[in-house]
């Protein structure tokens, strides 16, 4: 599409289409009885579906909503109206809020206002620059893709009346409301020009093959109901007709490479003085707690996330770490093989919904780079599917780093030889046993193949706001130091950043 033509077409519309009450009442059962046909057709195929209901104001947008429930079946499907921002959304990510109301496999999710409203009204009453504002498009349709390529079904729908039927309609609301103008409405009609133009942007710049803006004229309510279930029957059918099958491309490793780092030069022979490892373990603890505290007085997030070998002493490591932490400041999540629950939603989604509140911490025993290990390495994800992971991952840590969220990622590399023995050790050991498993010893098997992964994961996810700290960890007390003093130095320099 044209740069502009979205636009273009939002000034076009309003131009008085209509459909009779006997016409809109005649068409409306066959309409309604396919839209709930192809919905059931959805839910069979397992396709998760996001209809999005943005435009003017005074466009009918709540009572196409309210039309679109009574005419779906209600099993299945869910509205979220994205209105005023809660303390608990305020306090993340501003993409949290969004994901943590993703629709799973088969089912669908109305969305009225979005991940649009934001930048469309932050760019329209002057709280973001054009730079700012044409970034958020690029994370916008970044999203959508990254959604479209997983299988999920976005359609989108911006209703669109004149300024002056606008404002005529917003009076007659407020008179019979008995209110003035609230400030929201004062603001909007101040800047409407800007507001029209910031949405022509917005419609343009993201209006993809994949997702698609739809822009119905609104003027009169019956053509507008009619227009928009047809246009979603029309999505749903042309998707089940057409389901995507998996790009069969090569591997996309020509794009530069962000970090050299590597663990094949990594010295695995540093080691800690036995004699004073306690102490600096007691002291290292002592200045984290109170990082910890000044982390929540200053309400500093914190992720952090264990990657490593089997056997690596993730687990001890991590140990060390909570020891340190008041246990009502943080949450442990140790990630395994998805629940029927997570494996019906983005691989990303089970790591969003548990992003900690400001001040808190959240600390991942594994994590999202399982994409990239053993999903890529034992064929759990498609080709096409962790090929582009690397830049769906680099999004996301992004975004946290954007909302000032201090994330601290490791990993913790020993030898093979040390693994064997580790290995060995847990067989004969009482409380040790239950850790090793036939996958373990499976696992090992394929060493070279999780060693190449871990590499290009390295290179091209080690970025400046999100570095990877690479541990060596042949010697048990050398890695817990070692975490302890790069967990300590992100908090710092993650509370010396300004807000």
């Known amino acids: 599409m044209e740069a502009g033509g979205i636009g273009e077409m939002l000034k076009a519309t309003g131009a008085g289409h209509r459909i009779s009450k006997r016409a809109f009442e005649a068409a409306e059962p066959e309409l309604r009885l396919r839209l709930l046909e192809v919905q059931r057709a959805l839910h069979k195929a397992g396709i998760p579906v996001i209809v999005i209901i943005a435009g003017s104001e005074g466009s009918g947008r709540s009572a196409v909503v309210n039309r679109l429930n009574t005419w779906l079946d209600a099993r299945g499907l869910r509205t979220w109206a994205f209105w005023d921002e809660s303390d608990e959304e305020a306090e993340r990510p501003r993409y949290w809020r969004f994901w943590r109301r993703?629709?799973?496999?088969g089912e669908m999710a109305i969305f009225f206002g979005s991940w649009y409203t934001h930048p469309i009204l932050g760019?329209?009453?002057g709280g973001l620059s054009e730079a700012q504002f044409q970034a958020e498009l690029v994370r916008i349709s970044s999203h959508e893709r990254m959604l479209t390529d997983a299988g999920t079904l976005i359609v989108k729908l911006w209703f669109h009346v004149p300024e002056k039927v606008q404002r005529e309609r917003k009076e007659l609301e407020a008179s019979r409301q008995s209110r003035d103008a609230t400030a929201f409405e004062k603001s909007y009609f101040a800047n409407y020009e800007r507001f029209e133009k910031a949405a022509g942007s917005a419609l343009t710049a993201t209006h993809s093959d994949t997702a698609p803006w739809h822009v119905i004229d609104a003027h009169d309510?019956?053509?507008?109901d009619h227009t928009a279930a047809q246009l979603l029957l029309a999505a749903f059918e042309q998707r089940l007709a057409n389901v995507p099958v998996a790009p069969d491309?090569?591997?996309?490793?020509?794009?530069?490479?962000?970090?050299?780092?590597?663990?094949d030069k990594l010295d695995l022979g540093a080691k800690a003085k036995p004699d004073s490892y306690k102490r600096q373990i007691t002291r290292l603890q002592h200045r984290l707690t109170k990082?910890?505290?000044?982390?929540?007085?200053q309400k500093r997030s914190t992720v952090a996330l264990f990657e490593g070998w089997d056997a690596a002493g993730k687990g001890g490591a991590i140990?060390?770490?909570t020891a340190a932490l008041d246990a009502r400041l943080y949450q442990e999540i140790s990630i395994a093989a998805p629940t029927d629950e997570e494996a019906a939603h983005h691989y990303l989604w089970r790591f969003w919904r548990h992003l900690p509140r400001a001040g808190y911490f959240t600390i991942y025993d594994r994590s999202w780079y399982g994409r990239l290990l053993v999903e890529r390495v034992e064929g759990f994800a498609q080709a096409d599917e962790w090929r582009r992971?690397?830049?769906e991952i680099n999004s996301f840590e992004a975004q946290l780093a954007d909302h000032g969220i201090c994330l601290l990622k490791f990993w913790l590399h020993i030898s093979p030889e040390e693994q064997l023995a580790r290995f060995r050790e847990r067989e004969v050991t009482a409380h040790k046993v239950h850790k090793i498993t036939d996958e373990d010893w499976r696992n090992r098997e394929r060493w070279h193949?999780?060693?190449q992964a871990m590499n290009d994961i390295l290179q091209r996810t080690d970025t400046g706001q999100a570095p990877w700290v690479l541990v060596p960890a042949n010697d048990k007390r050398h890695a817990r130091i070692a975490v302890l003093k790069a967990f300590c130095k992100g908090l710092e320099r993650s509370l010396e950043k300004p807000d």
């Open 102 to 105: 993703m629709p799973a496999a």
């Open 123 to 125: 760019y329209s009453f």
């Open 249 to 263: 491309e090569p591997a996309d490793l020509s794009k530069p490479k962000v970090s050299s780092a590597t663990l």
């Open 221 to 224: 309510k019956r053509y507008r």
């Open 291 to 297: 990082l910890a505290w000044q982390a929540r007085e």
């Open 449 to 451: 193949d999780y060693l």
């Open 319 to 321: 140990r060390r770490v």
């Open 389 to 391: 992971a690397y830049a």
